[in-house]
Nanobody
């Protein structure tokens, strides 16, 4: 069993920045592939960013590429999402997902068994 918890959401003005944190913990695993998804009201959950088990590779949705950066601290089993140049359309609940095994289908939310409860990000105009 893996426990996942996010933090760092809040209210910011357009053009501002936030950094989200996601901590994954378990007795068995010490490293995880981790991803961020987001979901706005009446929309499907969409992929935002992914970092591999080793932390060597990352991937981003086109909508956030160049503005968001995902990093991972394997020692602390924590992933971060640095969000810069935020836009109102970034407003959503952001969810962190962890996968101790990794998958090539990391953009699919159905791949993940372990999720945080979400943190609200609101970007005002």
């Amino acid at each position: 069993q893996v426990q996942v918890a996010e933090s760092g959401g809040g209210l910011v003005e357009a053009g501002g920045s936030l950094r989200l944190s996601c901590a994954a913990s378990s007795r068995r695993y010490t490293q995880y592939a981790m991803a961020w998804f987001r979901q706005a009201p009446e929309t499907e959950r969409e992929f935002v960013a992914h970092i591999s088990w080793s932390g060597a590779s990352t991937d981003y949705a086109d909508s956030v590429a160049g503005r968001f950066t995902i990093t991972k601290d394997n020692t602390d089993t924590t992933a971060y999402l640095q969000m810069n140049s935020l836009k109102p359309e970034d407003t959503a609940v952001y969810y962190c997902a962890a996968d101790p095994w990794g998958s090539t289908r990391y953009k699919d939310p159905n791949v993940y068994d372990y999720w945080g409860q979400g943190t609200q990000v609101t970007v005002s105009s």
